[in-house]
């Protein structure tokens, strides 16, 4: 195991192998089993280009050898910043064949993010796109590599300017030993709570068992063709079952550089799309779009829902809209996965947020003091299993926290349990804002607003939303003038924070509501200043 991260305890390893959870698969072997079985079916599809598996499998080994070259090694860590383009996945699989762990930032991110991402991991080398919908990446590639001692290697799909182009890294395939199904495949982002985000390892056995089991449970098989609408990086679209879960059954993964309406229904036609993963905003601007957008839908089997929860009402509006079947998905990148099932009634697909995939998911919900409630009562959710994590990496103190004395993770999502076993999300417990799927950790957000002159103190809170589900609202006391809106986030933007963890709303007040110990009363803030109480998010 990778130092710095958590391994399950030996009688856990061996009960998830006896179980058959664990079969000593690696991510790498996932795609050479598949390429030899079906080499001439299409793999991937990024606008004109089509790749069989034989093709990606071939670009992977290639890329895998050239990787190498550059002097990349097993367990170093890579820091992953690609939209959803082709090159993402041969990049990825040749990481695994070689052992080097990829760390899958999102395209959102900025400098204050990704020099936090690139200082944690240590990362040795950066791959970007060049520009992405008007960003240079190439920029801030720059300032990343003069504050991060560890970075060697930046890597550009396309204008590669005074960096290294992707392209060029190939060279003829080699004989890899490759890793052990036990080490760390890949780190993902944790949605980030307090101050900035944590990894979250994730080993070759745990996380093709991830795949396999969301595979299976939302019928993948070779007909299935996947409409990567969400950024790949993003555990949702990349393995639940995602892009690597599509591969796994044989099926084709279509990408997606914009998820609007217009550009997916025209993709969904062109491409017979069967599949795709929303999150709750783009399924509610799907269902408007639907009276607009002339585009031949028919192909569409399930649309699944996650990231947020989903209202009922918009739920029950999917399949009379778009004419296509929805499976509620409600997970996490440390683990769990719950689905609702494919033969589901209609009172379950609408009104809960599915069960978990697996036998061996233990799932206890409790209350303040770690009791067990019963079924039917709200608490919060803690989880162990064959795919969920032991721990963040290098965050023993954090850990300490976030996990129980016996292994379960500490979600912070308040939940409750129907007899059937099916979950409904009530809200979180955590300090943390779900603004359309993004997490917006308060905290840190709260931390930068702090050191701006003008601002004596703040608090950051969730408001509801009927789009975005909860938009976000910086409540201030000013030192002196107050700040405007458009200055606050020029002043957030100039430190690198990205974009979607920007408030929305700006109240400027005299003074906080106060808890009976002296805390600032959130709840009480957002119905002073918008009217409600602050949104629960999942």
């Keep these: 195991m990778l130092s710095g991260c958590v391994d399950w305890p030996a009688e856990f390893v061996d009960r998830y192998r006896a179980a058959g959870y664990w079969r000593g698969e690696r991510l790498g072997e996932m795609l050479r089993t598949r390429a030899r079985a079906t080499p001439a079916r299409v793999a991937v599809v990024d606008g004109a280009r089509r790749w069989t598996y034989h093709e990606l499998d071939e670009r992977a080994d290639r890329m895998a050898a050239g990787l190498r070259r550059l002097g990349i090694a097993a367990e170093q860590r890579v820091l992953v910043q690609l939209p959803n383009i082709a090159e993402f996945l041969p990049l990825c699989f040749a990481l695994f064949r070689i052992g080097a762990i990829p760390v899958l930032a999102l395209p959102a991110h900025r400098e204050t993010e990704i020099v936090h991402l690139a200082e944690l991991s240590q990362a ?12 240079d990446y190439r920029a801030l590639a720059r300032s990343v590599c003069k504050r991060v001692a560890s970075l060697r290697h930046v890597l550009v799909v396309g204008d590669a300017e005074e960096f290294v182009p992707l392209s060029e890294v190939d060279a003829p395939a080699e004989i890899m030993a490759g890793p052990d199904a036990r080490d760390v495949a890949l780190l993902l982002l944790s949605g980030g709570t307090t101050g900035a985000p944590k990894l979250i390892p994730r080993t070759h056995d745990d996380y093709v068992c991830n795949v396999r089991l969301s595979a299976d449970v939302t019928a993948l098989d070779a007909r299935t063709r996947y409409l990567v609408s969400l950024p790949i990086a993003h555990n949702f679209a990349l393995g639940c079952p995602g ?25 969904i036609e062109q491409e017979k799309i069967t599949v795709t993963a929303l999150i709750p905003p783009l399924v509610l601007l799907w269902l408007e779009a639907a ?19 989903l209202k009922a009402e918009t739920a029950a509006r999917v399949r009379p809209v778009l004419g296509c079947g929805l499976q509620q998905v409600y997970g996490m990148a440390e683990g769990l996965l719950n689905f609702t099932r494919l033969d589901d009634g209609e009172s379950a697909v609408i009104n809960t947020q599915g069960r978990p995939v697996a036998e061996d998911d233990e799932v206890r919900i409790v209350d303040a003091s770690d009791v067990e409630v019963a079924d039917g009562e709200v608490g919060e959710l803690q989880v162990r299993g064959p795919y969920t994590i032991r721990g963040y990496y ?16 500490r979600s912070g999502d308040l939940v409750r349990r129907l007899a059937s076993g099916h979950l409904v999300v009530e809200g979180r417990s955590k300090d943390v804002i779900n603004r359309g799927g993004e997490k917006v950790p308060v905290e840190e957000l709260e931390n930068y607003l702090m050191a701006h002159p003008a ?76 009217g409600a109480s602050p949104a629960m998010s999942t």
């Design 394 to 409: 290098r965050a023993e103190e954090y850990n300490r926290r976030a996990f129980t004395a016996d292994g379960f993770y």
């Design 124 to 135: 040795v080398a950066y791959v970007i796109a060049d520009v992405h919908v008007g960003f």
């Design 243 to 267: 892009a690597l879960g599509t591969l796994y059954a044989g099926g084709t993964v279509v990408f997606c550089k914009d998820p609007s309406p217009e550009a997916a229904f025209r993709l």
């Design 291 to 309: 009276e607009w957008v002339q585009a031949d839908l028919s192909s569409l089997r399930w649309i699944q829902a996650g990231g947020a929860r």
């Design 455 to 530: 601002i004596r103190d703040v608090a950051i809170v969730g408001v509801p939303d009927a789009t975005m589900g909860e938009r976000t609202c910086a409540c201030i006391i000013a030192r002196g003038e107050a700040p405007t809106l458009a200055e606050v986030n020029a002043y957030l933007s100039r430190l690198g924070v990205a974009a979607f963890k920007l408030p929305d709303r700006l109240k400027v007040l005299e003074s906080f509501p106060q808890t009976s110990v002296g805390k600032v009363n959130k709840r009480a803030l957002a119905s002073q200043v918008c």
